[in-house]
């Protein structure tokens, strides 16, 4: 009998831990944006400038700026640095730059910036964290998105950890705002807390032991060790960071929103989704209303089945509230099950420090992007001080075997630690991160940003030559060279994720439907920056133009009207630029046809419908591109398969590294 219906997608060896430690470093600083100082190189040809005083080439500067400008030092015998009479940034200091380097003497003027150190926290376990480094092919590059932000300024985001409950006394999880969670688990078995449902989210240990599966009710469950998983997965999204103590969290200042929903063997749909449901907001019946409803929602769990019809109903509505749901694969070597395999669901794959598929990660559809989940390329466990596993996962857990005893670490020796269930948290805390640059983003929009800035899989391997295929009725359950097809759009990339949510996003919007030579309302007002800069101009074109030519009555408003004249073929395209001067380009196929002069009847087509009479009808202007072009092969909708017949009751399984 199949009892329980989520697993845990994750594994460590339970051994006593040990922390590593190094030099603390101090706090590193962010650059500022703004300046008050430029360098100036004179052409060669320009000898009456360079003849000229310090003063005189100020005041040529100052004649083509319109600023006051100052000279401060010469730094060559054709380059000068000078100072500007206020400091500025984005446009305005853009604007200086072009009336400068329009002069005929000037080689080149550009902005004077500082620059700082990278922003490395203090925490010293961060040298195990490989995969937030950028030293390894699979690694994040999160190290340098903190150069933009750590989610510490402004409101940061909110991430809902759906899982086991969190260890509030653990000194990487009690210095952060953990926020107020809820324990939905419905069954005092599966709680082991002594209770049902309450406001208590904290994690008592979800150990099987031999009495336990001497029971009915966990007889096919897995006995072993309290997983503190519910710690692990929050750790790896926001630990306190930057405090000199253990390790670093993605998001330095991300709030946590604790969800309980895995207990002891595992945890029940019902209560999943009921705690998916409540952490973006929805009112679920029984709870308390959730005050801090997550920008994120994790999920290091799931079955080997068809997304059912409850777990895309509630998809659907959180995705509608603009929370975006990210998801473990799984680790049995086949494809996703629930509720990765969910419509609007960001599945997250594993791969190996190199960008191969790790042995254990499933793939296929319903795998969107991937992201490191811990490997050894050594033999193992045991592991020994001399040969320890070299790209495992570190966490955060408690040593209590049963229950809580004192907070600690995993290691790379005594209790290494791997999983698709840390694959997915690396993805949710690089989207709180985009979060903090850009609030207004959706689920759509986090998917895609992610998707385009992810870095290409690599096409070869110097420990296997397999390539990775869609299991069907095999396991795929061997390192294996990735394709888009079956391991996602790439890897996990957060700076570039991060870059990328700092653009302004173009948006066109129209809903008419018009003959060859009427104009059609375009608009892009609805188009947006990220916080705090503004769109400062519109411009539209069209491309790939076959046939007639499109008109467009005002190729620099944010709303305006196109119209052809007969049958065409084109792209039309709006670019939206901020106030910093960030571009971002939107593109839309659209088709025209005209109709014929005589015609008797309906010719059969797929863009025409007949009005039942036999005459003639009106040809339709198609917005065939309401779905942007630039987004790639990759980007595929999932398809809910409500399977009502079948039992969604799983087991939790353990899942080793090869």
Known sequence: MKMLAAVVLSAFVALPAFAQ?????????????????????????????????????????????????????RSSSNT????????????????????????????FA???????????????????????????????????????????????????????????????????????????ISDARVGNDGDGRDADASDPGDWVDAADRATSFFANCTAGNSSWH?????????????????????????????????????????????????????TVEGAPQNQNPANVINLSLGGDDDCNAAYQSAVDEITGRGTLIVASVGNDGIPPGTPANCSNVLGVGGIRHVGTKIGF??????????????????????????????????????????????????????????????????????????????????????????QESATPFPTSSATTNTICRVPTNFVQGGECICTTVTCGAGMLNTKAAVNAARKPFGIVQSTATINPNVAVSISGDTSFAAAPRTVASYQ?????????????????????????????????????????????DTDFAMVTATPPETQTAPPSSPIGQSDGGGGSFDWLLLFLGMLPLALPAFRRRKVANGSAGRSHRRRRREHFAE
């Open 540 to 584: 539209w074109s069209v491309i790939n133009v076959t046939g007639a030519a499109p008109t467009i009555a005002d190729a620099a408003a944010a709303s305006t009207t196109v119209q052809v004249s007969g049958n065409s073929r084109f792209t039309l395209r709006l670019r939206v630029t901020d106030d910093a001067g960030t571009t971002d």
């Open 110 to 184: 550009v902005a004077d910036k500082r620059r700082q150190i990278q922003a490395t926290p203090s925490d010293p376990l961060l040298a195990n964290q490989w995969y937030f480094l950028g030293v390894e092919p699979a690694a994040t590059h999160t190290d340098e998105a903190w150069d933009v932000t750590t989610d510490s300024t402004g409101t940061p985001a909110v991430v809902a950890v759906l899982d086991t409950g969190v260890r509030p006394d653990h000194p990487d999880l009690t210095n952060k705002i953990i926020l107020a969670g809820y324990d939905f």
């Open 361 to 450: 990660s499933n793939l296929g559809a319903g795998t969107d992007i991937s992201a490191p989940g811990g490997n050894c390329v050594n033999n193992g466990p045991p592991f020994t001080d001399a040969a320890p596993c070299q790209y495992a996962m570190q966490v955060a857990i408690d040593t209590g075997e049963k229950s809580p005893v004192a907070p600690s670490y995993t290691d790379r020796v005594t209790r290494p630690n791997f999983g698709t269930s840390f694959s997915a948290p690396l993805v949710a805390g690089a989207a709180a991160l985009m979060h903090s640059v850009n609030p207004r983003l959706t689920p759509d929009q986090y998917t895609t940003l992610l």
């Open 21 to 73: 430690s190094r030099e603390y470093q101090g706090p590193r600083l962010r650059a500022p944006d703004a300046t008050d100082q430029i360098i100036v190189r004179w052409r060669n040809g320009a000898q009456t400038t360079l003849a000229a005083s310090p003063a005189q080439r100020a005041g040529k500067l100052t004649a083509s700026s319109g600023l006051s400008i100052q000279h401060k030092r």
């Open 80 to 107: 000068d640095v000078y100072k500007l009479d206020h400091a500025m940034s984005g446009t305005e200091l853009q604007a200086v730059l072009d009336k400068l380097n329009a002069d005929p003497d000037v080689a």
């Open 230 to 282: 519910g710690t692990r997965v929050s750790s790896l999204i926001g630990a306190s960071s930057n405090d000199g103590v253990g390790m670093a969290g993605a998001g330095w200042g991300t709030r946590i929103l604790p969800v309980r929903v895995l207990g002891k063997c595992g945890g029940f749909d019902s209560d999943i989704i009921d705690g998916m449901r409540w952490a973006a907001g929805l």
